[in-house]
């Protein structure tokens, strides 16, 4: 794996990526990912004190957590990245995009394996949190703010607390199936605004209708 392949995939990804320059002096996710393939070598050659402490640095530098433990694959883009967390067993795989502000984290003190697994090509939304020994299915994507404790099937679009599926991706032809209607808070006020009107303009045409009938009983008697 190369520079230049992490640097290529961020232009591919990023819109706002004009060089190559620019991509490897300003993108700290760039960077995090740079220092962090240092401190899992270290991990991995026995210096587990070296190794957080130049994680603790990464962050400082960075403001992106990512333990010394944890695999990351190829051409993995944390865009903007401030407050992303990766945890010790955590696996990500390659393609994978990360937005600020994401948690891929654990729910105890339990040993083991107690951290996603994220799978090739996901995209994790802003804000969103991951917890536990989930599996994120290739190509998935978690809407932002969502928070994910069971697994998602591979292709498939997650959001919500918790997330839930909500939509399906081709693989091959991209259409996109959905499995579930999102709210639409507006249209439920619309809904509820027009049954309100309706009842009102029942209640006074029995209101009227009665005025009719009192004011003709009236007319009757006189």
């Not at 040993?111 to 969103?128: C, D, W, Y």
């Not at 404790?149 to 679009?157: A, E």
Request: proline share 5%; charged share 20%; glycine share 12%.
């Amino acid at each position: 794996m190369s520079l230049a392949e992490e640097i290529q995939a961020i232009r591919h990804r990023d819109p706002a990526a004009r060089s190559n320059l620019e991509v490897l002096l300003a993108y700290p996710g760039l960077h995090a990912i740079a220092i962090h393939r240092f401190a899992h070598w270290l991990r991995r050659h026995r210096l587990p004190l070296l190794a957080r402490v130049v994680s603790h640095l990464n962050r400082f530098l960075t403001g992106i957590e990512i333990h010394p433990g944890a695999t990351i694959g190829r051409r993995v883009f944390i865009d903007h990245g401030m407050g992303v967390v990766i945890g010790e067993t955590s696996v990500v795989g390659d393609d994978v995009t990360l937005y600020q502000g994401v948690t891929l984290g654990g729910t105890g003190k339990e040993k083991g394996k107690r951290h996603p697994t994220i799978g090739n090509g996901v995209v994790v939304g802003v804000g969103a949190m991951v917890l536990g020994a989930v599996t994120v299915g290739d190509g998935a994507k978690i809407g932002g703010g969502a928070v994910v404790t069971r697994d998602v099937p591979p292709h498939t679009t997650a959001v919500g607390v918790p997330a839930r599926a909500v939509a399906w991706t081709d693989p091959i032809s991209g259409e996109t199936q959905r499995l579930e209607s999102l709210p639409d808070p507006q249209q439920d006020t619309i809904i509820a605004l027009i049954q309100r009107i309706a009842d009102l303009e029942s209640k006074v045409r029995d209101l009227e209708a009665a005025q009719a009938a009192s004011e003709k009983d009236a007319a009757l008697l006189s």
